[in-house]
């Protein structure tokens, strides 16, 4: 274990990555491609950085990246790179979505290495890990285009597989990931989404909206 932390903590040192997490990331990316040049791209719990500026460099000068985390990170793009912009945000508060949109109305890829401050209580740790991957979800439902990817970090507890299949509903493909740089003891795991599929409005929602429309029309 200690050897394992020792090598990718030196390894980020020396890459010049805030973190080691951004090995996690690029294993996963170098597997299944799920980020490409000129992608937009979401990254919650950003900080201190490591996956935003990863994710800058791969989708590079034409993409763009926006980091999302209760802390505010500082960190600058590499040379050659998307631009990044760092938000200090709650993803539980409902105004995120509004600053967002402002930057970017949708993304093309969401990406949360998003967790918990740990209690030590596994129950309680993947509880309070699966109620934030939901909220990651329901942002991608809200915020992702159509084709979209999503990859979030879940620690598996008794609600996990019912996660899984909640994401399975949604996306196209579905892979449980569990890194090499992630300690063999730990029961965190990345759960990758390629291919959102966008639901379908129900007729009767249409018919509201056209009536919506007509109505807005006539007050013209």
């Known amino acids: 274990m200690r050897k394992v932390r020792d090598y990718y903590f030196n390894k980020a040192k020396k890459d010049k990555y805030p973190a080691r997490s951004i090995y996690k990331l690029e294993e996963a990316q170098l597997k299944y491609r799920f980020l490409h040049r000129g992608d937009s791209v979401l990254d919650l719990g950003c900080f201190p950085g490591s996956w935003s500026i990863y994710a800058a460099e791969v989708v590079g000068p034409k993409g763009i990246v926006v980091g999302v985390d209760l802390q505010q990170a500082e960190e600058a793009p590499r040379a050659e790179s998307a631009p990044i912009h760092w938000l200090c945000q709650d993803i539980m508060e409902p105004e995120l979505i509004p ?84 300690r063999t003891e730990s029961r965190e795991v990345f759960v990758l989404g390629m291919g959102y599929r966008k639901p379908v409005p129900h007729v009767a929602d249409a018919g509201a909206e056209v009536q919506q429309e007509m109505e807005t029309g006539d007050n013209d």
């Not at 600053?99 to 993947?126: C, E, H, M, Q, Y």
């Not at 979209?148 to 609600?159: A, L």
Request: net charge positive; glycine share 4%.
């Open 99 to 182: 600053l967002l949109r402002r930057i970017r109305p949708a993304f093309k890829v969401l990406i949360s290495d998003l967790a918990p401050r740990t209690t030590g209580n596994r129950w309680a740790d993947a509880q309070h890990s699966i109620s934030l991957v939901r909220k990651t979800l329901a942002l991608a439902e809200i915020l992702l285009l159509e084709k979209g990817h999503y990859i979030c970090k879940v620690f598996q507890g008794e609600d996990f597989p019912a996660f899984v299949e909640e994401v399975k509903a949604r996306f196209e493909m579905v892979k449980v990931l569990k890194p090499k740089s992630s």
